[in-house]
RNA sequence: GGCGGCGUAGCUCAGCGGUAGAGCAGGGGAAUCAUAAUCCCUUGGUCGGCGGUUCAAAUCCGUCCGCCGCUACCA
């Protein structure tokens, strides 16, 4: 058994998206949690670590069973349908996995199944029934507040389905023993959980009392079997959460990637938190297996102001938007719209506006009128720094003070804050640029304005270089055009200085602007 | 019902005991290297209402009003 104290840090860093469920089509929220995962993993390989990303789909269920049914497609041709579109979905976005991992694959069953072999043989899972309102027409339980009571006294189910008190046989996880564990987890690990305000209610949650937990079912087959009883197919969050151990080769004891467990942040929809939160690590302290050292939950889109809903129709499949936007620009508004954390509104007129003032106005045209000025009156060429004023000294040491700035902020998932640090030093590029005016020393002072303008390349190589995670294919073009060699690209690569003397290639815009249509003419 | 959060400039929010802040939007000016982009200045708020503690309260306490979240087997 081990404690419940978390492993101290290593070189490696495992980062994870939820596994998707195959019920749907990917949609924007899937995108965001994605796109917030990946900018960690690329964030921390360029900080130097060794890092291990993994996303993937959860395909087992009756859900899952039933809508293949429904389209009239065998279960698995079904969830590897969908289960495509979800990795085309993340090659779409640029996401940077090291592995896509299915919960149909042989390497996950036999991951799930040791793991319940191994909670089971420390004596955390029993045999007993789960009773509840079964609706026999739908095929499923439903919860007590879920029913409606008619007249008679009779309950029927939303579906209007008539519903019955009956007895099905499931192994029980022995959650109610683990209650204490997992306060004193939240306690000393305030970092374990994020961000607070999730923190407090599932605090709360476990506070108020845990219940063994129904870990499997026989009413249906679309499942893991349970080792040593057939009869019954793992339910879906046991399955589910070994995952992020499945990828890495668990139960394989000279599985080379073991090395990176445990994860160091599981990123999540905040519908799921709890299950991060207080089943995985629950099950994860019953099989003696260390803890990961961060779950933390993103908040929901909403879409011009409207719950996205199928219903309502208005569900944005996030490849929809790059085709319109550009990929780097809706990777950038998604992170950069709203505190990493909280809820927010996906509309087209703060979209616009956000890519036309921060992407084109103020990082765009910082580049595009720095590389003109230097391709114009430099011949292209990279020039040397001068004496440097108090003026350049301060601008660059805002630059350089980039890299760890956004090393905490990465740390503290707080993803917004470190756009808008990086976003002080374009402004402050700006300001510096109009203050020292090189059009202007072009006439009286040749030597200054050169200087000046590598002040300015060098604070831009700073952005570019800690904007890679948030935008990678734009960065990768700055960075391009401001001669830096792409195995220079890295924050250790910040601390040398470029030589003076390079060519550099012929300036190009970066962020188109959008016009609204409305706001044409 | 219980527990918790929020309510600050037109908008999105930061501040959380010591003379009200940022970005965007609005107004004025400068500049013209640049994707007509940029820079500077500026209008604007009895910090949800009411009481209390304090020399001093967005900031602490109480109460009221209005939103929102959680309150287990939903993927």
Redesign the pocket.
């Known amino acids: 058994m081990t404690s419940i104290t978390t492993t101290p840090g290593t070189n490696r860093y495992y980062v994870t998206t939820?596994?998707?469920?195959?019920?749907?089509a990917p949609h924007i929220g899937h995108a965001y949690t994605s796109v917030a995962a990946d900018v960690l993993a690329r964030f921390n390989r360029l900080d130097g670590k060794d890092v291990f990303f993994l996303t993937g789909t959860?395909e087992h269920?009756?859900?899952?069973e039933q809508a293949a049914q429904n389209a009239g497609v065998e279960t698995q041709a079904f969830t590897d349908g969908i289960a495509s579109d979800f990795r085309d979905m993340a090659d779409a976005m640029d996401i940077s996995y090291d592995d896509f991992i299915r919960t149909t694959e042989p390497r996950h069953k036999k991951a799930a199944q040791a793991l319940w072999e191994a909670v089971s043989a420390n004596g955390h899972i029993y045999l007993g029934a789960?009773e509840?309102w079964y609706a026999l027409r739908d095929e499923?339980?439903?919860?007590?507040?879920?029913l409606t009571t008619r007249p008679d006294g009779s309950r029927i189910a939303p579906s209007g389905a008539p519903v019955e008190w009956v007895r099905e046989p499931s192994y029980?996880f022995r959650?109610?023993a683990f209650q204490d564990r997992l306060l004193a987890l939240y306690e000393q690990h305030p970092e374990f959980l994020g961000p607070s305000?999730?923190r407090?209610?599932?605090v709360?949650?476990v506070r108020?009392?845990?219940?063994?937990?129904?870990?499997s079912r026989t009413s249906f087959r679309w499942g893991i079997p349970v080792p040593n009883d057939p009869d019954h197919v793992m339910?879906?969050?046991?399955?589910?959460?070994t995952n992020y151990l499945s990828a890495l080769g668990y139960p394989d004891p000279g599985a080379e990637r073991m090395a990176f467990w445990p994860a160091s942040a599981h990123i999540v929809g905040?519908?799921?938190?709890?299950?991060h939160a207080?089943?995985w690590p629950a099950f994860l302290m019953a099989a003696g297996i260390a803890l990961p050292e961060a779950v933390y939950a993103n908040g929901w889109w909403t879409i011009e102001g409207e719950k996205m809903s199928k219903s309502v129709g208005n569900v944005v499949d996030p490849r929809d938007l790059v085709a319109t936007y550009g990929l780097d620009p809706v990777r950038f508004f998604l992170l950069r719209?709203?505190?990493f954390g909280?809820?927010?509104?996906l509309n087209r007129r703060?979209l616009v506006?956000r890519l036309?003032?921060?992407?084109?106005?103020?990082?765009?045209?910082?580049?595009?009128?720095?590389l003109?000025?230097i391709a114009?009156n430099c011949e292209g060429i990279l020039p040397a720094f001068g004496t440097l004023s108090d003026d350049d000294r301060a601008l660059l040491a805002g630059a350089s003070l980039l890299p760890e700035l956004l090393r905490g902020q990465m740390k503290r998932f707080a993803l917004t804050d470190g756009l808008e640090e990086v976003?002080k030093v374009?402004?402050?590029?700006?300001?510096?640029?109009?203050?020292q005016?090189?059009?202007?020393l072009?006439k009286t002072d040749i030597v200054r304005m050169a200087s000046v303008l590598r002040v300015l390349h060098e604070a831009l190589r700073h952005i570019a270089t800690t904007l890679q995670p948030f935008m990678p294919g734009t960065m990768a073009k700055l960075l391009t055009q401001l001669g830096v060699a792409e195995e220079k690209r890295d924050f250790a690569a910040l601390s040398e200085t470029l030589e003076e003397g390079i060519v550099l290639p012929a300036p190009q815009?970066?962020?188109?602007?959008h016009v609204l249509p409305e706001d044409a003419s």
Do not use: H, M
């Open positions: 939820p596994i998707y469920y195959v019920n749907g959860d269920g009756q859900k899952v789960y509840g499923c339980f439903y919860s007590e507040d879920e029980f959650l109610s305000g999730r407090n209610e599932i709360s949650f108020q009392g845990l219940k063994d937990l129904s870990i339910y879906v969050w046991f399955d589910a959460l905040k519908d799921i938190i709890r299950f207080v089943f719209e709203v505190p909280g809820d927010s509104d703060s506006n036309n003032v921060e992407l084109a106005n103020d990082l765009g045209n910082l580049a595009q009128r720095t003109s000025l114009r976003w374009i402004r402050a590029c700006n300001a510096y640029i109009d203050r005016a090189p059009w202007a072009k815009g970066l962020f188109p602007r």
